[in-house]
């Protein structure tokens, strides 16, 4: 399953999501946010070959939010969930930081994940019990681990609560500070190494499913804001606190937990 879902990812990415590269316009959702006519075809490309991989409920982006419930709910014993792009802000302004992300979820919880950034090529991809790679090579890829104060953090202070947000701008705990905008890419470049610290303060299934088995089959550790099992709580807005390093981790947690 994992080889066939990486070689459709692959496909989509650079015969759906390139050729659209720069030249989409945006369009607005009823909630204010946008999407282009690669999203949306992307979305669908995906959905027709993942039905032929397994015939499980399909949830993602780029539908309603009753679609999506509903496909969340028949999809206890199997569920594919998808992000056709992720970073539809970079995608359209031209930076080259997003990425596909394909997910198959048991029970709520992430089997496979498979995050592509088909600008930079970049294939993520990790199966539950067997590793996390980068193109082929295990993560992580810089096991180096600082100190919580020469730390480089990858956060995103708009989803945070304003009191957190402005302890984190104002007194940062950590040397450095990045947030590029695809929530899939920052957990994989948790799992690399390239990050030492994560912290986001809410993501949708797309946003996570993927990301969060490949930090965790790189070794990474991850809690919720208010749950030590990253896994409880509302799938719809689940906050995460990560780093690859568990004695990083336990003082990275324990700093934002202080601090809410």
Known sequence: MLE??????KEVGQEVIMPRYLKVKRQYKSDGSFFTEADVTAQNVLFDGLRKIDAVPLLGEEMSR????????????????VDPIDGTSNFFNGLPYFSISV???VQGKSVLGVVYNPATHEMFYAQKGSGAFLNGVRLPLNTYVPDLKSAMANVDLKRLDRKLAATVAAYPPYASQRNYGASTLEWCYIAAGYFDLYLHGG???WDYAAGSLILSEAGGNMSG?????????????????AALDAKLFTQWRDWVRANR
């Open 4 to 9: 066939k879902v990486v070689a459709l990812v």
């Open 66 to 81: 009753e679609e999506q419930e509903i496909q969340w709910i028949n999809g206890t014993d199997g569920l594919w969930s």
């Open 103 to 105: 997910a198959y979820l």
């Open 203 to 205: 993501q949708k299934p």
């Open 225 to 241: 804001f208010d749950h030590d099992d990253y896994w409880a709580g509302t799938p719809w807005r689940r906050s995460v606190i």
